[in-house]
């Protein structure tokens, strides 16, 4: 251990409890990883209990210049919250539970350790609905969620984890505690300083409590597993349903030929909708009036298959026929996993440029690796695909990837973060004087960097870096 | 003319053109005033015909230390577009129009100068709808609209305008340009930096162009005027209607008694509900199925007057009936100028505290001024009230009604910001911690205070006061 982290542990002795402080072997593996890899082993996991404790680590770690890694529930997948060599854990594992609901306001306040799931459980037990989910929502904590501004499959419906803020309680890197948590959906008593924390990756402040809000229980919920000719049907059939179905569309989500295919084949289930198809796509449905939504929902999609924008649909009518139409959407990742090794790009387009972005990428791809794979998937109501590849060439695809991104006014990550994992990246997506701003904001409340050092982009030099991605 | 200004000019001579800087006489009286107030007149007005004249402007402005007064439709309600001693106006009326119109997308570029109402005709024209509207629609442009995080009427189903931003381009005090106006919906490539000039009054940098997100357009609208028994019956309808018309609702506006009936009077006009009722609302939804949503509003109407929620219900059947309705709601200001001098409170209020603020709010007014007069209405959905009186001590009423506003965890300006007119009011809603971490913000970006100087916060000594409020 460092003298630097020597000197901070002491400054927290009789500060934290016994369970605060974790040195040793007591630091299990699991504090080293994130979801895609494994980082250092962290030199200490300092685990508060509440608000002041965060204020009392943060406050001294500046004093001593101790770089911090924050963690939640590590399900990053851009490098955030995994270790790098020195850093010392600062772990809101502790710092969980819904701490009240107001249903008349819609809004609920919860600590940042909670899980997404107890978040959505307890919005359902209170009659009501949180509306961001992610496939880590067992483990995934709000702060991480807020942290990282996630997203997941209902974006076009109810926006990312910034649009369900409401408020939030964070402390800065010198320990001000700065809490907003009123919960007020219209008031512009001087700034708003939540964002400097939603999607900022835990390097401008660290979050301990949040006002999330909340929205009406859908009374209704159906989907609908489409084949179509071609992306350009379903970007079209987007934009109707968007439309035709408004306030009731809750997800878009498109799929390419081959991993449709290769999925149910995976899975070992008889495909829903026929085979062979240009494209295919999984809608969703989310409203307070089953009856009227049904007839809406049937409709929209008897009109597409009339004029030819669709060619086969299946239309879930059960609880047992829904989930497992989605159990499709969600094996991607297994099958994908069984395929091997792949490479994954989590990118944002433009819709209009959309084919333009898939051909460009494609070409550039044949270019360095004749052999490469595509499998591509993802939230088209956001733009967002998941475009994934099997490659021994990562890394010149990857830049191949993000220059057609940067050609079409892409971004390089829709929902994952820079964290370390895509520093490289960010100049396709953003502008030098951008980064620069960015870099003008953590020096502003984070000089010394001891928040999440080196992630979106490279603590300076003076700081000392604690690794080179 | 100061010196400082001078200098600033001869730098911008040839730089901007003929009509790009008024001096002298050509400076009219409207560049001094703001809708509440006259100011000074501005020594000079600026005004670029695009951004890099924003950015030479401010470059030249930021090495001279000379202190602007950023101004757009100059409609704001708490000045800060209004001019203070020895400010050069930087006018952005010469930047304006629709840029582009994405239907797929639903969004649309637009430069910074260009009106409201201007932006609803485009999205209309497009098919499309946008999702905020306010009473200075003609003449409030969208820059002054951004930087006031403006709100109005349909808040609870649209968000404020900072829902409504896709994107901005800015420029910030040094001349840097920010330009991100990609129009993702998701997009976590590093910090988002629009938040930074959203609701900031034009203090952290000049907005000189938007991305702003459009809406389907309603196919179906229809408002109610509502009598009601109590203040406690309307939050248990909108409550209800929250929940029940969800994906429709899209104004809740309540309307006191006495401003009900002195409004129908002063208006000359036939009371469309009962007089003498305990409250008034003013209900509108917006659909894509007008015979289903009309269904719905029908119903959920009848039941409230079935259990007693509401004495006296009248829905509109016609466009004109439509119009009507809302002409009451807005014939309100019309009414309280006709009443004589009077103090507004633009507040937020949670609202399950409603009552305990009003009850609080009424005995400290009391006991003041026992002849105060209270007007007050607002909109409900949002717990935004505006709370107007007639009297003669407007400063200690002022401080009372903040008080009860603190002591409820309101906001001391819903929508109309603080500006220079309620820097006083802002520690009622803020803490000490979130003010000087606001004051770090504009330390990090205007470090010599030449944007808007003296606007949410006073400046420090060190750079000068314009003007003490």
Not at 373 to 380: E, T
Not at 452 to 466: H, I, K, L, M, T
Request: aromatic share 6%; charged share 20%; glycine share 12%.
């Amino acid at each position: 251990m460092s003298e630097r982290a020597g000197r901070l542990l002491s400054r927290l002795e009789g500060r934290l409890d016994a369970a605060g402080m974790l040195v040793g072997d007591a630091v299990s593996d699991g504090y080293a990883a994130d979801a895609t890899a494994r980082g250092h082993r962290p030199v200490a996991v300092l685990r508060p209990r509440g608000t002041q404790d965060v204020s009392a680590i943060l406050s001294a770690a500046n004093e001593i210049g101790q770089p911090l890694v924050v963690q939640g529930g590590r399900t990053g997948l851009s490098g955030a919250s995994r270790p790098l060599a020195g850093e010392v854990s600062l772990s809101l594992e502790r710092m969980s539970g819904v701490e009240s609901i107001d249903v008349a306001a819609q809004t609920m306040i919860v600590a940042a350790g909670t899980p997404l799931q107890v978040v959505q459980q307890a919005a359902e037990d209170a009659g009501l609905f949180f509306g961001v989910d992610i496939g880590a929502r067992g483990t995934a904590t709000v702060g991480g969620n807020i942290g990282t501004n996630a997203g997941g499959i209902r974006v076009l419906r109810y926006g990312m984890y910034r649009a369900q803020v409401m408020g939030l309680e964070a402390v800065l890197a010198d320990g001000t505690v700065l809490s907003s948590l009123k919960g007020l959906p219209k008031d512009n008593s001087g700034y708003d300083l939540n964002p400097l924390f939603i999607g900022t990756e835990g390097t401008l402040g660290v979050i301990t409590r949040a006002c999330l809000k909340l929205h009406p229980k859908p009374k209704s919920e159906r989907n609908a597993f489409i084949a179509l000719p071609s992306l350009k049907a379903a970007q079209e059939l987007l934009a109707r349903l968007r439309i035709g179905l408004s306030g009731l569309l809750s997800a878009f989500e498109a799929i390419f030929p081959n991993v449709y295919e290769g999925t149910v084949a995976h899975m070992g289930i008889r495909p829903p909708v026929e085979v062979g198809a240009g494209m295919y796509a999984m809608v969703e449905i989310q409203g307070q009036s089953p009856d009227q939504d049904n007839e809406r929902f049937e409709a929209a999609l008897a009109e597409a298959l009339e004029e030819g924008l669709a060619t086969d649909v299946v239309l879930s009518s059960s609880l047992r026929e829904f989930s497992g139409l989605w159990a499709i959407r969600d094996g991607i990742n297994e099958f994908l996993f069984a395929r091997g090794e792949s490479v994954g790009f989590d990118i944002s387009v433009p819709l209009s440029r959309m084919q333009e972005f898939l051909d460009m990428a494609a070409h550039a791809i044949s270019e360095i690796d004749p052999d490469a794979v595509s499998f591509i998937f993802g939230h088209l109501g956001d733009g967002n695909l998941h475009y994934c590849m099997v490659t021994e060439r990562e890394k010149e695809i990857g830049e191949a990837v993000f220059s057609a991104i940067a050609a079409v006014g892409g971004g390089v990550s829709a929902e994952h973060g820079i964290g370390t994992d895509k520093r490289r990246y960010l100049k396709y997506a953003r502008s030098e004087a951008e980064i620069v701003t960015m870099r003008r904001l953590k020096a502003a409340f984070d000089p010394n960097y001891i928040l999440n050092r080196g992630r979106v982009f490279e603590a300076p030099v003076s700081v000392g870096q604690v690794e080179r991605a």
